[in-house]
């Protein structure tokens, strides 16, 4: 659940990017104190995600494994936004997954597959990847400045609802939303 601060989808977003700047600052942990700090420079447009082209560079860098649960073996490429939903067959959408996870997973988002527990363990690069795109398609869609007072006009379009009364989320702007445009 983001903290009181976070009130658009935007901000949603720029929450989530600034946990990946603190995973990477502070070797895998989440500074919140940072965390808010880096959020309001994201906000206000001092700093921007880093560029897909930067990111793709540095994930050549990493082992081939899956992305999700580090196995070697098996592989397969895996679209973080699922093609049966709209994903593109582009770089920016595809990442290494084993067939466990693919199968798991089929055409749900990563965040409601992860799960709110397990969400903040996806692999850096991963995860700017995917906010990457959630933040394309929410600019596409006109949904970026979407309320939480107003979520839940989202709602009501969502593919998410099952997940968001599983975690007792529902009306309540979290990272699933940001998965809901797809």
Not at 37 to 44: E, H, P, S, T, V
Not at 71 to 91: F, K, Q, T
Not at 128 to 156: P, R, S, V, W
Request: charged share 30%; hydrophobic share 35%; aromatic share 10%.
């Amino acid at each position: 659940m983001p903290p009181k601060y976070v009130k658009t989808i935007q901000e949603e977003l720029f929450y989530e990017y600034a946990k990946l700047i603190s995973r990477s600052a502070f070797e895998g942990k989440i500074n919140y104190r940072f965390v808010s700090n880096r959020f309001k420079a994201l906000r206000d447009g001092e700093i921007t995600m880093s560029g897909t082209i930067r990111e793709w560079q540095r994930e050549q860098e990493l082992h081939k494994e899956c992305v999700f649960c580090g196995v070697g073996e098996n592989l397969h490429m895996d679209h973080l936004i699922p093609r049966s939903r709209g994903g593109e067959d582009s770089a920016d959408n595809m990442v290494w997954s084993c067939r466990n996870c693919n199968i798991s997973r089929g055409d749900k988002g990563v965040f409601v597959w992860l799960g709110l527990k397990k969400k903040d363990n996806l692999h850096r690069l991963v995860a700017g990847k995917y906010l990457k795109q959630l933040f394309d398609l929410h600019a596409e869609k006109g949904t970026m400045n979407i309320h939480k007072d107003d979520i839940e006009g989202l709602c009501n379009e969502c593919k998410n609802k099952s997940v968001c009364i599983e975690w007792d989320k529902e009306k309540e702007l979290t990272c699933f939303c940001l998965e809901s445009v797809f």
